[in-house]
C-alpha cells in the first residue's frame, strides 16, 4: 500500500482527470473508442493507453483515472472496454506470434518468428487495440460492460 499525501492525493487526482479529459476528447474527435488494460488486482505500475495519451501510474492512481474515464466516456457516449492485459506485451502486433523471449528488453519488442521490431509498449499499444476491435466486435458481455465504477 502506498502512502500519500493529502497534497499529492488532490494533485493526482486533479492530474487524472485532466489526463481522462484529454483521452475522452481525443476519442471522439477521432471517432475512436477507448482500450484500456484490465489490472484488476496487479499492483505497482501500470500502463493505460487511449487515443494518443499514453500514461504510467501506480496502481491506486490508475484505478482512478480508470473510474474517471469509465465516467467520462460514458458521458460522451464513447465506448470503452477492458482487454486482458497477459499478453499484450509478449505477443508480436504483426504476425501474433505469442513468446517470452519477444520481449528483449524492458524497452524493446523484437519478434523471434516474423522479426518485427519495435519499442515494446508500441507493440503492446497495438494488441491493446486489436483485442479492443475484436472484442466489440464479438460483443460479448464482459467487454461491453467495460469498466465498474466503484459504486456502480
Ligand atoms: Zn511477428
Redesign the pocket.
Known amino acids: 500500500m502506498v502512502r500519500v499525501s493529502g497534497k499529492e492525493a488532490k494533485f493526482r487526482k486533479h492530474q487524472n482527470h485532466c489526463i481522462s479529459k484529454t483521452i475522452v476528447e481525443s476519442a471522439k474527435r477521432t471517432g475512436r473508442g477507448i482500450a484500456i488494460e484490465n489490472l484488476e488486482g496487479i499492483r505497482g505500475r501500470v500502463t493505460a493507453r487511449g487515443g494518443d495519451a499514453q500514461n504510467r501510474l501506480s496502481g491506486w492512481s490508475f484505478h482512478q483515472l480508470a473510474a474517471f474515464l469509465s465516467y467520462k466516456a460514458t458521458l460522451a457516449g464513447i465506448p470503452i472496454v477492458q482487454v486482458d492485459p497477459r499478453n499484450t506485451s509478449k505477443t ?6 505469442c513468446e517470452r523471449g ?1 520481449r528483449k528488453s524492458q524497452a524493446e519488442f523484437v ?6 521490431s519495435a519499442y515494446a509498449d508500441w507493440n503492446a499499444a497495438r494488441n491493446i487495440r486489436a483485442l479492443a476491435v475484436s472484442c466489440n466486435a464479438a460483443r460479448t458481455g464482459q467487454c461491453r460492460s467495460g469498466i465498474r465504477t466503484p459504486g456502480s
Request: aromatic letters at 8%; hydrophobic letters at 15%; glycine letters at 16%.
Open positions: 508480436c502486433s504483426v504476425c501474433g506470434h519477444n519478434c523471434k518468428h516474423c522479426g518485427f
